[in-house]
Structures are given as C-alpha cells and as structure tokens.
C-alpha cells in the first residue's frame, strides 16, 4: 500500500462532499490507496453526506468512535494505515485536483520522512466562486532538505497544519511521534517534533490543499479556559523539545523563539477573549505547573516578559490587561501599534 488518507469527521455536513470528491479526483490507483475515515462520533449527518460515495470505493473503510477529538482520531488513524505514506486531511479542506499524486510519486522515489506542500488560503464563498478544477499546476519544482534545514528555513509557527505534509508512515511509528490527546492547538508540538527528529525531507512550492478559513473556528472560535489550558499544554509540549539530545543551539534558539509566540498569543488571547480576571490567573498558574521552567533569553524583550511572568505572574497578567486597556482607549497608542494606519492618516 503507497497512501493512507486519514480523514477525521466531525459536524462538518456541509464541506465533507466536497473534500470527498476532491480525494477522488487525484486518479489515484485505488488498489494502493486507501482512505481512512475516522467518525469521531459526528452529531450531525456527515456521514449521510458520503454514504454514497463509500458504497462506490473498495478502498474506504470507516472507523466509528465516540467523540475523543481531532488528536486521538488522528492518532487512531495512523495506528490503523497500511500506507506506506501518510496524509491527515482535514474534513472541511479540500485538495487541488491532480495535486497529490506529484507529491506521492517524489515521496515513493525519494523516501522522504516528509514531503511539505503549499496551499491556498479562500473562503467558503472563494471556493464557490473559483472552478477549483481549472487550478492547474504544471512545473513541479523542489528541494531535498534536512529535517534541520527544513526546521530553521521553513517552519513557521503561524502555519503548523498537518496537512500540506505527507509523512513517511515508518518514520512515524520509529519515532512513537503521536498527537497529544484532548488538546486544542495539537498540531504545533507535533509539527515542531516531525521537523526536529526527520533526516531526508523534500520542501516543494506545489499546491495540494486549499485551506477554507473564515468558518473554520467560526462555533469554535470562542477561547475560553479549557481551551487557554490546552495552548499552554501545547506550549508546555514543544519546550519540552529542548531536551531533544541531537538539538543544535541554532534549532533551540528557534524552538525557544517559536514557543515565545505561542506564549505571546495565547497571553493576548487570555486577556482580550476571556473576561473573568481569576480565570485569567487560574490559567498563567496552570502553564507554570505545566512548564515550571520557561524562561526566554534570546531578546531583552523576551528576558523582561520571562522575569514577569517567573516572578510576578498576576502582576504580569495584570500588567499586560491594563495594557491591553489603555491600548482601547488611547488613539495614539491604538496607531502606534498600527504603523500602515498611522501613515494612512498622515497622508490623508
């Protein structure tokens, strides 16, 4: 078997036709292939909305289970592949047509432990409104690197989605690489984990996927405590990265500066988004048990931030809301956040 397409579903009946049709339009050999749908105990009729196209596919198999949460299908999903190759679609997203089997062909040649895609970016309405099929790609350029080259030179913390990358199944498996289980925001330690322990890696400017945003965090989006204490589980994983025995100081400074932002976001998303302040301390209190040895060093603002938070945790918290207040409410400070806003000002 050359490919396992994992597909997660949960209460997504309104995009999972479409990320189903897309699959079939890859021409693949479906003797090789095989699609893995994980029903992570979806409430609404996701799977009605692919009943046909299930019967019609000898390569599809379905794995029923109670709601656990995008880590633990996942991880069931690669548990269960035969593929020699793995990719972790997600259920609302959908490929480019003929987009995969470029990339499984240099995965197959190659060998690689990860073959890392581009991707477009659209709304739902971008999508209606483009004929996906005339979105053709002809040249297929790439580059072999190492997972250290592919770390520093293309990982960006803002974009550690799973999947624009089909991964080697056994390097996977030979690494116990896994996602955390429950948590929001998995894909980060992960991603981060897969750069730092691969050897041969291909980075390619091919488009597979093209991402649907704008609904995607839509429900969701709301970032209460349960899902702040799940950032700083995901924060907590990825410092634990450091300790990887073959990091060298240049891939460390770069964890440490990715994990910062981490920090900073889920910080400033703490404070605008959740209103009550004692959940605001329950949680920086939550993130030092979780990691009781989080300092950042490599910038003086990082070393402020760090004592802050280390010494003065509530202070810091506090610190950063009345911030956040005066911000709101003073204009000069609102531009000066804003340098294209304050020179559309000036200009006009």
Request: charged share 25%; with cysteine; aromatic share 12%.
């Amino acid at each position: 078997m050359d490919l396992s397409i994992i597909l997660p579903v949960y209460n997504v009946e309104k995009y999972i036709r479409p990320c189903m049709d897309s699959i079939f339009k890859q021409r693949l050999d479906e003797n090789v292939t095989e699609v893995i749908i994980i029903n992570d105990g979806t409430k609404d009729r996701s799977m009605e909305m692919i009943a046909d196209i299930i019967n019609q596919h000898d390569n599809i198999s379905v794995i029923n289970q109670e709601n656990q949460g995008l880590s633990v299908a996942r991880n069931k999903g690669i548990a269960t592949a035969k593929g020699k190759y793995v990719l972790m679609l997600d259920s609302d997203d959908l490929l480019i047509d003929n987009s995969l089997k470029k990339l499984l062909e240099i995965a197959l040649e190659s060998e690689a432990d990860l073959i890392v895609a581009d991707f477009l970016s659209m709304t739902s309405q971008e999508i209606e409104n483009t004929n996906i099929s005339m979105l053709e790609q002809t040249v297929f350029n790439y580059k072999e690197k190492s997972g250290t080259e592919l770390f520093l030179q293309d990982l960006n913390p803002h974009q550690c989605f799973v999947w624009r990358t089909l991964f080697k199944r056994d390097f996977l498996i030979n690494n116990n690489l896994t996602f955390v289980p429950g948590i929001y925001i998995q894909d980060v330690p992960f991603t981060h984990e897969c750069y730092l322990k691969a050897n041969k890696c291909i980075r390619t400017s091919w488009i597979l996927n093209i991402y649907r945003h704008g609904h995607k965090y839509a429900a969701s989006t709301i970032f209460n405590k349960k899902k702040a204490k799940d950032f700083c589980i995901a924060i907590a994983k990825t410092w634990e990265l450091n300790k990887f025995e073959k990091i060298s100081s240049k891939e460390q400074i770069k964890l440490q500066n990715d994990v910062f932002i981490s920090f900073s976001t889920m910080i400033k998303r703490t404070i605008y988004e959740i209103e009550n302040t004692s959940d605001h301390f329950e949680i920086i209190d939550f993130l030092k048990r979780q990691v009781p040895d989080l300092f950042f060093r490599n910038s003086i603002k990082q070393r402020v931030v760090s004592y802050l938070y280390k010494y003065l945790p509530h202070s810091f918290i506090y610190l950063i809301y009345l911030y956040t207040i005066i911000k709101k409410f003073h204009p000069f400070l609102s531009l000066y956040n804003h340098p294209k806003r304050l020179s559309d000002k000036r200009q006009k």
